[in-house]
């Protein structure tokens, strides 16, 4: 019987597949191990770049509200500053006091040097934080001159203005802050010592007095009061982050800001050196504030557990031994109205 078999052709030997499979193997893991090596790098690039837009972000709210501390428009002088709100002196819109702190080591649980607690428990613990004042660049001019104390004020425009905001009408002479109780017209604001306003929304604090201290003439400026306390708290997903206590729509409201701040230590310099906020004597002598964050990343990453120490401003800051990546920053600003 003829055959077409050639005796020359051969196939592959078990030997043979076995050599090319493990080949195979080999040039697939290293595929692999090269496909995870970069995802893995590209995730760390990744959060540490967010880290560092975290870290960047975090400063630009704590230098810019800092920096402004102590603005009380054309007067310039806190002397001539009266508030009409009814509050007390430790009170987060108390303008006496541009700024203050609060520290770490405080034995106290208050804020130096207005006495509060508020925003004291909310905090995480080891950490300092601040509280600035100041008057926002005007907004609008009165439209007409006051003829009693107890005149409304018209101004040339109510955008931007609403009912239960905080005010401040100033001249190169004085300034007087109150609350806004009703706003009528095209701009017609209102400063009595109601209770709610005119659509029955509860006045928080109210004007404890209604009549202001001076007439104010046309061109007098309208600014609002900015007044935050920053510290660190933990967020609802338990990651530490910089919170802001401010006065917002008639109430008192913490805000979130940026995740992933850990520690946050501040110093107070009058010129000469910086100490902690229990060590300031005269904090009227405050012109310039230092702030060192330590800030790590929102997820974990890689195998290395963190247990290095960091320095944040003299303080020593241990990981708690975990795979947060962290990174120290710090900076220092000068206050442009106490130099």
Known sequence: MYSGFNGSQRGFTIVEIMVAMLLGLILMAGVVSLMVGNKRSFNEQTEMSRLQENAR????????????????????????????????????????????????????????????AEAVSDMVAGNDAVAVRFFTPPSHDLQSAMSLVSDNLVATSADGIAERQILAVSDCKSADIFQVTGLTGTATISHSTAATTSGGDVLVPGNGVADLARLYDVGAKLHHLYAARYYIRNNTQGIPALYRLIHADGVYTSQELVAGVENMQIMYG???????????????????????????????????????????????????????????????????NRI
């Open 57 to 116: 972000f975090a400063m630009q709210f704590l230098s810019s509200s800092i920096r402004m501390a102590g603005y009380a428009g054309c007067p310039g002088d806190m002397a001539v500053v009266a508030s009409h709100l009814d509050i007390n002196d430790k009170n987060l819109l108390n303008m006496v006091i541009p700024i203050d702190g609060y520290d770490a080591n405080s034995i106290s649980g208050r804020w130096e040097a207005s006495g509060s």
């Open 270 to 336: 009058d010129g000469s050196s910086f100490v902690p906020a229990n060590n300031v004597s005269d904090w009227e002598k405050v012109n310039s504030v230092k702030v060192g964050l330590l800030v790590r990343t929102e997820d974990e990453m890689g195998i290395d557990i963190d247990n290095r120490t960091y320095n944040v401003l003299d303080q020593a800051i241990t990981a708690a031994g975990d795979r947060y990546r962290r990174k120290v920053f710090t900076t220092t600003i000068e206050l442009r």
